[in-house]
């Protein structure tokens, strides 16, 4: 028998298509603009949309996702995550453990788990999670973390060990996300940064080539996962 075929999430650039973050934008269209500059992995994170407007949002934003060939996860909430057809979910404390989002969903979708530490991303594998999300890795004013910011060095030396693919999140930005690749980090998750941009499109490909420019520089001297 075939084994399930789960998507692999795509190295690099991670954007957050999120309603808090320049709330007058309408989220299909902030994830019009992340497509087109060729976003691969889109998390749908809704925290002031309403229930019916957030399916609708979802199943919107997941087809467009899958027209241009990108993996759309959502935030949260795993019945969106079905109902929309989404690739997987990510979850954290507040949410549905990890294996119960894996029960509902399935083998075939991905599931990411937040994390603060080496001890929940071993956790977080033994719990069926796909990659874990962690941070803060820099100070961020879109979301209160009650978690200390880890800096650069806090975060490599968990990227290091990780039983899991790590994306790094939290005050992520043109500025920085080259170094944060070059830990050898599987992806760095931006919102602010690029949702605040004039064009979306250009930001995320001016993100997406310094992720690739300082993860070439991480294989180069042996730090890649
Ligand atoms: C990639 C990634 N990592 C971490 C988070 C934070 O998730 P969570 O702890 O559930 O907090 P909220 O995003 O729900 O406020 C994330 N969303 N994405
Ligand atoms: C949603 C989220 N979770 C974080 C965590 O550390 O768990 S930091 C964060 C905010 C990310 O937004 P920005 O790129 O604007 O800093
Ligand atoms: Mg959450």
Redesign the pocket.
Known sequence: MNAPARPSLPRGLYV?C?DT?RPELPLREKAAGLLAGGARVVQL?MKRTPLREALAAAREVVAACRRAGAVCLVNDRVDLALLSGAHGVHV?DEDLPAEEARALLGPEALVGV?VRGLEDAKAARAAGADYV?L??V?G????Q?N?PVLGLGGFAAVVRTSPLPVVG?????LENIAELAATGAHGG?????VLLAEDLAERVRRLSAAFDRGAQGASLVGGDV
Not at 189 to 193: F, I, L, P
């Open positions: 957050l999120d973050v994170r954290g937040t999300g941070g803060p820099f961020t004013t879109t979301k973390v978690a999140i939290g005050g992520v930005k998750a931006v919102a602010s940064d």
